[in-house]
């Protein structure tokens, strides 16, 4: 199978995985024909930042799989540690997924840990993740 | 990092926010390698990591292939991973690596590890997102020359017919209380509904359904996720293939499966168990993460995430994946009942007189309870497979009745424009490899098919001009799935077969193509 290898970034954590749900979307649609309709509450949670990324995907792609939404705008507004994990709250907008208006790519089976890596670098913070395909 | 190739990789670069997206092979992915890891050639295509590499090795890791199948698995982490299975608590004999072999997630592609069914590890990860992704064969009597002139309105009827690509969905809608009516008695639920005939449970395997399947151990993520795509392909290498027969290798075995001349019309369906077994892999990769951490499992790996055999996570994983296989099994069966519907409208007869039995069905990810042979007496194991294909050796219980005397049939599914296999399974298969041979043609792709995989409109092109015709949801998943981008298949066929793993019955050619 193939897989596809995302990097995401952002000047923080927050913003990184925000555009890490856009490349989500992309891989199955064309995020930039959604129109940012409906606005959804998202929330995730992980004992670890690796675990966070992997729900919060996870999360996002059950908003396709089982809600039929095509969501190509996110905002991560806190990720914070609480008592025992790491909690995020944020926002996604999209519309329902229409094959002739946003395109037909490629099913996403899986989040997969494979290569997981989570970089704070000097003036960003780098996401690395495959997608199992 | 060094960008391989980048369908969509511009429009979110931005100094201080984007993302790149990278369709690739973990192959491709630089700076990792498993070539210094040193390997004896202990025969003709069979090499081993001794477990003098790693204190941590409970055995040898074996890998099944010729000189260039080992080259290639040298340039990424295949024989890496091999190795870390080899780690894995209550393993028996050896890690194996079969001739398809490729980089995965934790295991290998093409991975089989048997653990002891009191005292071994159970990995979800050595099973596969895809639980049941398996391969079914469909027999015809119709010739080449009768199927040829109505050829692309068949492939288009099928296409047509069965629901293929992202987010497609089922013809039929099954409710979540339905579904796991369906999972708990596999195929004859199909039969019951009118989607197949009586006589189809018999020759797939385990009838088309594990008795140990419990939807109660299924979230209702999966259900929700499930329900909705039952009866239907999906995208990536997922298609129904119409093949002809071309060239016949055991001329009695082939007989007995109902092959009997070349240029024979043949059906291949590879799919799965859809977004029901993902999600059930998924979710039970988080029970395992905490499991491991619980019990205090060492791995050199994240994503071997595993539990004790006889833990309660165990109890649960192992009736929820039986359900993800039963899901397939349905699933195959329903694009069955569809196959048979298209050729029914297109040459106005019934399919029973076209004699379209289901040949055999293999899955070729899971993780089953079997009896074999080590050190001299017989162990109860689970056997994982995870692209990887049973082969039981004629006379075993667990083959159809009307085989058991020949072999069970395997089922070696190619790539588009290439040839796909049948072979039969040998009393090697239980000496080398728990009753085990290859998937099919395996992942491989070179840095100059990776620039070319994105011209899926010339693809369809070269393979129309090879009389092959194709129909698919998204050209993109034309190019990805491109004939290049896989090892050999008659490489791999070949290798099982001088290893006598599984020995050459029929190789086939498609001639039409309907996928995801």
């Keep these: 199978m193939t897989d596809a290898f995302v990097e995401a970034w952002g000047p923080t954590m927050e913003r990184a995985f925000a555009q890490a749900g856009i490349a989500l979307f992309?891989?199955?649609l064309y995020t930039d024909q959604i129109t940012p309709r409906n606005t959804e509450d998202i929330t995730a949670e992980g004992h670890d930042e690796k675990e966070l990324l992997y729900n919060f995907l996870e999360t996002l792609l059950l908003k396709f799989e089982i809600d039929g939404k095509a969501l190509g705008k996110f905002g991560v507004h806190v990720i914070n540690q609480g008592k025992d994990s790491l909690n995020l709250t944020g926002t996604a907008n999209g519309e329902p997924y229409d094959p002739e208006k946003h395109g037909r790519k490629i099913e996403v089976k899986g989040v997969t840990y494979h290569q997981m890596a989570i970089q704070r670098e000097r003036d960003r913070v780098l996401l690395r993740f495959l997608l199992d395909l | 990092m060094r960008l391989i190739g980048s369908v969509y990789s511009s429009r979110f670069?931005?100094?201080i926010g984007g993302s790149i997206l990278k369709m690739t092979t973990l192959e491709q992915h630089p700076g990792r390698s498993s070539a210094h890891i040193p390997l004896e050639k202990i025969?003709?295509?069979?090499?081993?990591?001794?477990t003098s590499y790693n204190p941590g090795m409970k055995v040898p890791a074996r890998i099944y292939a010729d000189d260039d199948l080992i080259a290639k698995m040298k340039t990424d982490m295949t024989i890496q991973q091999c190795?870390?299975?080899a780690h894995l608590d209550g393993i028996y004999k050896y890690s194996i690596t079969m001739p398809d072999g490729h980089e995965g997630y934790g295991f290998p592609i093409g991975g089989v590890a048997a653990t002891d069914y009191n005292e071994g590890l159970i990995s979800p990860g050595g099973v596969g997102y895809d639980i049941n992704c398996g391969v079914r064969l469909i027999r015809t009597n119709l010739s080449e020359e009768e199927v040829r002139p109505v050829l692309p309105k068949l492939v288009d009827t099928i296409f047509n017919m069965i629901p293929s690509g992202l987010g497609s969905k089922g013809q039929i809608r099954v409710s979540t209380s339905e579904l796991d009516k369906v999972v708990t008695d596999g195929v004859e639920w199909a039969v019951d509904k009118g989607y197949g005939w009586p006589d189809d449970p018999k020759t797939i395997e385990e009838g088309g359904c594990l008795e140990s399947a419990d939807p109660s151990k299924v979230s209702n993520n999966a259900k929700s996720r499930g329900a909705p795509q039952l009866g239907s392909l999906g995208s990536g290498n997922h298609f129904?293939?119409?093949?002809?027969a071309d060239k016949i290798f055991d001329k009695p075995v082939a007989d007995r499966f109902g092959i009997t001349k070349p240029d024979q019309i043949l059906i291949l369906i590879h799919t799965g168990s859809r977004g029901y077994g993902h999600q059930i892999c998924s979710d039970y990769l988080r029970v395992m993460e905490h499991a491991v951490r619980k019990y205090n499992i060492n791995l050199p790996d994240?994503?071997?995430a595993a539990c004790p055999a006889n833990s309660p996570e165990a109890e649960q994983y192992l009736p929820a994946m039986a359900a993800a296989a039963n899901f397939a099994w349905v699933n195959r069966q329903m694009i069955t009942h569809w196959a048979r519907q298209a050729f029914e409208k297109i040459f106005a007869k019934p399919s029973d007189s076209m004699d379209m039995r289901i040949v055999y069905d293999v899955c070729h990810n899971i993780a089953k309870v079997e009896q074999h042979k080590v050190d001299g007496g017989l162990k109860k194991v689970f056997v994982h497979r995870k692209g990887a294909t049973r082969a039981f050796p004629p006379g075993h219980p667990d083959i159809p009745a009307q085989y058991r005397d020949i072999g069970q049939p395997v089922l070696l599914p190619g790539s588009m424009g290439t040839s796909s296999w049948v072979l039969v399974g040998t009393p090697k298969s239980m000496e080398l490899?728990?009753?085990?041979?290859a998937h099919g043609a395996g992942r491989f792709m070179s840095r100059s098919a990776a620039k070319r995989k994105w011209w899926g409109a010339d693809l369809k092109k070269s393979l129309e001009a090879r009389g092959i015709v194709i129909r698919a949801a998204a050209m993109e998943v034309v190019a990805e799935e491109a004939p290049d981008a896989y090892k050999?298949?008659?490489r791999v066929a070949e290798v099982s077969h001088q290893l006598g793993i599984g020995t050459k019955v029929v190789r086939m050619v498609p001639i039409g193509v309907a996928k995801g």
């Design chain 2, 302 to 304: 994240r994503e071997l």
């Design chain 1, 26 to 28: 992309e891989t199955m």
């Design chain 2, 13 to 15: 670069q931005h100094p």
């Design chain 2, 488 to 490: 050999d298949v008659d």
């Design chain 2, 43 to 50: 025969a003709p295509n069979i090499w081993e990591v001794p």
């Design chain 2, 433 to 437: 490899s728990f009753g085990t041979t």
């Design chain 2, 240 to 244: 129904v293939e119409i093949e002809k």
């Design chain 2, 83 to 85: 190795v870390n299975v």
